[in-house]
Structures are given as structure tokens and as C-alpha cells.
């Protein structure tokens, strides 16, 4: 939402979580919904920005109940985790977005250009030291997978390192891509 009120939205994820962790394991993007259910998310997102009268990048965490019914869980305002695959996916990312309101400049294009999952990396069971990463040859060789890693020195179990985005017009090959990163790439300590 900009300074004069006007809005934009992206379509939405689906977010997998892991249930020990309590963090997103992986999202994809555009969400399995009906066309009519991801227009009741996209305007009570919507309704939300305007009645923060926020001016800036809101991320709206949504649960959808049992008999389809649409609830607000969080809001977040600012860049999320759950709009990270923007990068690829989308004609404009979450974090040009952001930086265009600040400046005043035009909304971008939320068009999505390629649907997505995309895998959150964490620390490995057990890690608590420097930061070692491995399997990146093997997940750089596939199609449409894109790596960010979070610099950070210091690997605990559990602590978000980076996300695999995998980038594919066909998401049931993106989640064989998927299983191969999970198999391959791992973030731990020396």
C-alpha cells in the first residue's frame, strides 16, 4: 500500500510447516486454491492494509478453516519469509516492492512469471559452530533451483541459514527438485 492509498497484492502461498521446528519448511506459490477462495484471501489482505493504513509491504498469514472460511492469524509489515520466492517468481519481489513505497515511486507488477516451492534452510540436528555447507554442486546442477544463503557465520540446530527457491511451470517436477535438495543440501558446523 503507497502513500495515496493505492494497493497491489500477490497471489497466495501455501505454507508446509514443520511441526518440530515451528517453521515454514517449504511454500508454494501460487497456492492450491480456487480462483473465488484466493480472491477472499487477496481482499481480506487487502481490507487489512487499509485498515492499518499501513504504507509499506504487509505479509498477511491467513488459516482457512474446515468449512472454507477465512481467517486472519498474523500480519507481518515488512519483507516475510513466506514472499521470498518473489525474487523468481514474480515480476516485481517482495523487496523491490518495499524499497519502490519508500521512494514513492509506481506499484510494481505483482504478476507471478513462474509458479514455485521454496525450501527453507536450517541448521542440521546437532550443530552448534561454523557454518558448513554441503551438497551445493548437486543442487546447483538442477533446473530452475536458485540457492540464498543468509551469510551467517554461526550454524545452530533449528536456526534459519537460507531458502532453495525452484522456479518450474510444472510444480509436481518442481517437488521431485524439491526431495533432491532436501536428500543433498545441508547447513551445519564444522
Same mark, same amino acid.
Given at each position: 500500500?503507497?502513500? !495515496?492509498?493505492? $494497493? &497491489? /497484492? ?13 517453521? #515454514? ?6 497456492? +492450491? ?8 484471501? *487477496?481482499? !481480506?489482505?487487502?481490507?487489512? /492494509? ?9 505479509? &498477511?498469514? !491467513?488459516? #482457512? ?6 481467517? *486472519? +492469524?498474523? &500480519? ?10 518473489? *525474487? ?23 504478476? #507471478? ?23 551445493? @554442486? ?13 551469510? @551467517?557465520?554461526?550454524?545452530? /540446530? ?7 527457491? #525452484? $522456479?518450474?511451470?510444472? !510444480? ?13 543440501? /545441508?547447513?551445519?558446523?564444522?
Amino acid at each position: 500500500r503507497d502513500a !495515496l492509498g493505492g $494497493v &497491489v /497484492a500477490y497471489d497466495p502461498v501455501e505454507m508446509v510447516f514443520d511441526p518440530e521446528a515451528n517453521l #515454514i519448511d517449504y511454500l508454494r506459490y501460487p497456492a +492450491n486454491l480456487s480462483p473465488s477462495l484466493s480472491q477472499e484471501c *487477496i481482499a !481480506l489482505a487487502l481490507r487489512a /492494509a487499509k485498515s492499518f493504513q499501513i504504507e509499506g509491504l504487509l505479509a &498477511v498469514e !491467513l488459516f #482457512i478453516t474446515q468449512e472454507k472460511q477465512v481467517i *486472519i +492469524n498474523e &500480519v507481518a509489515p515488512r519483507p516475510h519469509n513466506s514472499g521470498h520466492q518473489s *525474487i523468481e517468481s514474480s515480476v516485481t519481489s517482495q523487496y523491490e516492492q518495499h524499497l519502490r513505497i519508500l521512494l514513492d515511486l509506481p506499484l510494481g507488477d505483482t504478476t #507471478i512469471k513462474t509458479p514455485s516451492l521454496m525450501l527453507n534452510l536450517v541448521g542440521a540436528s546437532h550443530s552448534d559452530g561454523p557454518t558448513r555447507v554441503d551438497g551445493m @554442486k548437486e543442487t546447483c546442477a538442477l533446473p530452475g533451483t536458485k540457492v540464498h544463503l543468509y551469510g @551467517k557465520k554461526h550454524c545452530r /540446530a533449528g536456526r534459519k541459514m537460507g531458502h532453495v527457491t #525452484i $522456479v518450474d511451470q510444472d !510444480l509436481e517436477r518442481a517437488a521431485k527438485s524439491l526431495e533432491i535438495v532436501r536428500d543433498n543440501l /545441508a547447513i551445519r558446523s564444522h
